[in-house]
Structure formats: structure tokens, C-alpha cells
């Protein structure tokens, strides 16, 4: 059985722009997890879907992060205009319907905003 | 004050000791106790998920839960170099939004 996959493993992007990060849960999951690591600090929560909907936003530090599960299989978690405290580790997890509290993580994808 | 602390170490320990990982907690309210591994560069690989207080083991790995104390333990036996890495404590009260600890790193030296 495939992990959590994630894509890009790395990006480095510019002030500004765009990036848009996506995740593949392992397969009949229906909750996804987005979380963050800031160089130095522990790994924090984004935000929980289930299925297709957002159950849980309250980690999502402000407006330019925008968060989709569209058919609830992929997510992808855009940052619109990215900000140089952006920079971090993004990872995503899922956990089956039954057993929520157990959450299995991706690899990361490495956000640098220069 | 954090939701969760753990001691980030670093920890460095001879081949076949006993490792004794820790973290205690603030909110009465969790009742979902994970630790992860991390190596380098790589995501956190669930270890142990306990639910509610109690032991729970799984080969050279004990998890202890303490809710009176607030405080949960990681125990590897035998321990092997292999099992050098990041440890990292995670707890929740609704077992969806998990608060972490900042993790302990342990070198298992042979």
C-alpha cells in the first residue's frame, strides 16, 4: 500500500509569488491533514478535511493560504502571494474514518521564499 | 505557555541501552498520545498511538501514558543505531488537530 505522497519535495520561489503544494493520501483515507514546520518551532496544525470538506481551519495563519480537496482525493494547499515567513516544511497526513487519531505523514514539501 | 514540551536533547547513548524519551502536556482534555520518528530530511513514521492512559508495547518500544501526571514516556529497548533520529511526541483531544512537541534527537552510538 502507497504512504502519503507529496509534490514538490522542495521549492524555492521569490516574494510574491505563487507556489502550490499538493498531497496524495494513502488510498481511502478520508481525512487529510495539513501541517507546518517553521525552522526552530515544533509542527503545527492547518487544517482537517474530511472527504471533500473542511472540517477544521482554525490553524490556517491567514488569507493568502487557500486549502482545496476537490472529489475528495487530493489536496492541494495554495500560498497566494507567498511572504518570506512562509518558509518552512509543509506536510500533509491522513488517517482512515475509524481510526482518526492515527495519522500518517508524507515526506514534506520544503517551501523556501527568498 | 506550549500546549506540549519535550526535552530536545540531544541525546547520545552507547548500543543496547535503554532510551527514556519524555513530554508532558498542559490540556487535561488530550486522550490521543502519538510518538513519531524522523530522520533527516524525511517525514515523521508513526511508532506508537495510544488512546486514553495505559502501556502499550510493540517489540523494543514501550509507550507510557500518565494523565494524572500529564506526562508521557517512550521507552526503547536494545537500542541500536539505527534508531538514531528525531523522537517526536503528539497529542489531541478530538484525535483530529494534533499539538507536537519540538522533538528529541538521539544518537545511538555503536
Known amino acids: 500500500e502507497a504512504g502519503v505522497t507529496q509534490f514538490p519535495s522542495h521549492s524555492v520561489i521569490e516574494k510574491g509569488q505563487t507556489v502550490t503544494l499538493r498531497c496524495d493520501p494513502i488510498?481511502?483515507?478520508?481525512?487529510l491533514y495539513w501541517y507546518r514546520r517553521v525552522m526552530g518551532k515544533e509542527i503545527k496544525f492547518l487544517l482537517h478535511?474530511?472527504?471533500?470538506?473542511?472540517?477544521?481551519e482554525s490553524g490556517m495563519p491567514n488569507n493568502r493560504f487557500l486549502a482545496e480537496r476537490t472529489g475528495g482525493t487530493y489536496s492541494t494547499l495554495k500560498v497566494q502571494p507567498a511572504e518570506l515567513e512562509d518558509s518552512g516544511v509543509y506536510f500533509c497526513?491522513?488517517?482512515?474514518?475509524?481510526?482518526?487519531?492515527?495519522?500518517?505523514f508524507g515526506p514534506g514539501t520544503r517551501l523556501t521564499v527568498l | 505557555q506550549k500546549e506540549v514540551e519535550q526535552d530536545p536533547g540531544p541525546l547520545s547513548v552507547p548500543e543496547g541501552a535503554i532510551v527514556s524519551l519524555n513530554c508532558t502536556y498542559s490540556?487535561?482534555?488530550?486522550?490521543?498520545f502519538m510518538w513519531y520518528r524522523q530522520y533527516s530530511r524525511k517525514g515523521p513514521e508513526l511508532l506508537m498511538y495510544?488512546?486514553?492512559?495505559g502501556n502499550k508495547e510493540d517489540g523494543r518500544f514501550t509507550a507510557q501514558v500518565d494523565k494524572s501526571s500529564k506526562y508521557i514516556s517512550l521507552f526503547i529497548r536494545d537500542s541500536q543505531p539505527s534508531d538514531s533520529a528525531t523522537y517526536l511526541c503528539?497529542?489531541?483531544?478530538?484525535?483530529?488537530?494534533?499539538?507536537f512537541g519540538t522533538g528529541t534527537s538521539l544518537t545511538v552510538i555503536p
Open positions: 478535511f474530511v472527504k471533500e470538506s473542511k472540517q477544521d
Open positions: 497526513a491522513s488517517s482512515a474514518r475509524t481510526r482518526r487519531g492515527e495519522q500518517f
Open positions: 503528539a497529542m489531541s483531544a478530538t484525535g483530529n488537530q494534533f499539538y
Open positions: 495510544t488512546y486514553s492512559s
Open positions: 490540556n487535561s482534555a488530550f486522550q490521543y
Open positions: 488510498s481511502g483515507h478520508d481525512n
